[in-house]
């Protein structure tokens, strides 16, 4: 109950401000709002939009913790390569997603531009993680993974990636609500044909507000949605 309360209090306010500026088109009501996403959710159309959403944000998340966890492998075997790729990470952590999307769909189509900032701007966090993770291990652990002398590809499956296993949810924890940030403010930029960032961009046009606060409670039910799932994952998987 205690968790439910500070949403009651904010429920409370957004109604008695709806209510003493009396304007829809600037705060919408709170049953509106109930009523609008109702309203989504009997629309075909709008599963279409969140399927494509979804799909585009759990393939940025797969590439990005791939080249996330490649590169951290590489830095960490190689000193040479950590110090070459430790102020590029940092480069493309501090530019601004809107530069990215306004070069990106210069030289790509929408679509492609669309996973390329998604990855860009999530690979980062999968690398520092992972890196730090890999830094952390033990130098006893170390000493006895090269007694054993397997495999390379061996030692990452079966050794380090259990040692880190921790670092990489901590990533991914991070990354989800990210992704969908990012993924839904890059289909708005892009003109996407389709995703929750197209609903958002018509609603903008319409200046149809109550549509607005609906699309963005739905982002926030599907990010506690994915975080949810995730963290039952990480329950049963130890």
């Known amino acids: 109950m205690k968790k439910f309360f500070p949403f009651f209090i904010l429920l409370m306010i957004w109604q008695c401000l709806a209510m003493i500026i009396n304007k829809t088109i600037i705060i919408p009501y709170p049953v509106d709002v109930l009523k609008m996403m109702i309203q989504y959710a009997q629309e075909p159309s709008f599963y279409l939009s969140m399927g494509h959403t979804l799909l585009r944000i759990i393939l940025g998340l797969m590439i990005s913790s791939l080249i996330g966890l490649g590169l951290a492998f590489m830095s960490y075997d190689h000193r040479n390569i950590e110090a070459f790729l430790s102020p590029v990470v940092a480069f493309f952590q501090s530019i601004p997603q809107i530069s990215y ?138």
């Not at 966090?125 to 002398?149: E, P, R, S, T, W």
């Not at 991070?174 to 609603?203: D, H, N, Q, R, T």
């Open 101 to 238: 999307i306004i070069i990106l769909l210069v030289w790509f189509n929408s679509r492609t531009a669309l996973m390329i900032i998604i990855v860009l701007m999530l690979f980062p966090i999968f690398y520092a993680n992972c890196l730090n993770g890999l830094k952390g291990i033990d130098q006893d652990l170390k000493d006895v993974i090269i007694l054993y002398h397997h495999t390379p590809l061996f030692n990452i499956i079966k050794v380090y990636l259990p040692l880190i296993r921790h670092h990489i949810n901590a990533a991914i924890d991070s990354c989800i609500p990210l992704s969908i940030k990012v993924g839904v403010m890059s289909e708005i930029f892009v003109s996407s044909a389709y995703g929750i960032g197209k609903e958002l961009y018509l609603a903008r046009i319409n200046i149809d507000t109550t549509a607005i606060f609906a699309l963005t409670f739905y982002m926030v039910i599907i990010i506690e949605i994915l975080l949810s799932v995730f963290h039952f994952y990480q329950r049963i998987r130890k």
